[in-house]
């Protein structure tokens, strides 16, 4: 099996990232994914990453550098979706699709990265923990409406 390949993101890599939500979540949800997908090439085309192995997509990052919310006055870079597609887990996909974003970022001036996990999603919280995230001093709060 070859190594995947880090390489930035298209809108033809939409079928690629729907196909990898569907193992993960169980629901084919493409309108979600070429919404998502649209929005963070416009946003910056350089940040959003795939990973491709013998010409699939087997694992994508989404994220972006914001500031001004929350009072945070830095420029944040922000990671918001991420997943590997089963077949291609425990080979350092994520961990490199992860530093491949976190790059950019510092090349667009963020000296901080944030995301937020739920806490019923203990491997997701274990993956950010070995990619070196550290709980926030901040609270995150809401309110049902
Ligand atoms: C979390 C996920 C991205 C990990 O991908 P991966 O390619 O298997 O991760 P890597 O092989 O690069 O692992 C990187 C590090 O994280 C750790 N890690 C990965 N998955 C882990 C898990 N489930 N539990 C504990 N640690 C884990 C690895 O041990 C590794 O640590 P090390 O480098 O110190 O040995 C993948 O399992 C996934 O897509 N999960 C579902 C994500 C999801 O639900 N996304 C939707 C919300 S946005």
């Not at 995947?4 to 939409?14: G, K, N, Y």
């Amino acid at each position: 099996m070859s190594e995947a390949r880090i390489r930035d993101l298209t809108e033809l890599d939409i079928d690629g990232i729907t196909r990898i939500d569907e193992r993960i979540t169980g629901k084919y949800r493409p309108q979600v994914w070429e919404q998502r997908v649209v929005y963070y090439i416009r946003r910056d085309p350089d940040a959003p990453k795939v990973a491709e192995r013998d010409g699939k997509v087997v694992g994508f990052v989404l994220g972006e550098v914001r500031g001004g919310e929350f009072g945070l006055d830095e420029p944040t870079g922000w990671l918001e979706f991420f997943g590997v597609d089963p077949s291609a887990r425990g080979s350092g996909v994520g961990r490199r699709l992860t530093e491949a974003l976190l790059a950019h970022f510092r090349s667009r001036g963020a000296k901080i990265t944030r995301t937020m996990v739920a806490e019923r999603d203990r491997e997701i919280d274990a993956f950010l923990r070995a990619m070196g995230f550290t709980p926030a001093p901040l609270t995150a709060l809401e309110r049902a409406l």
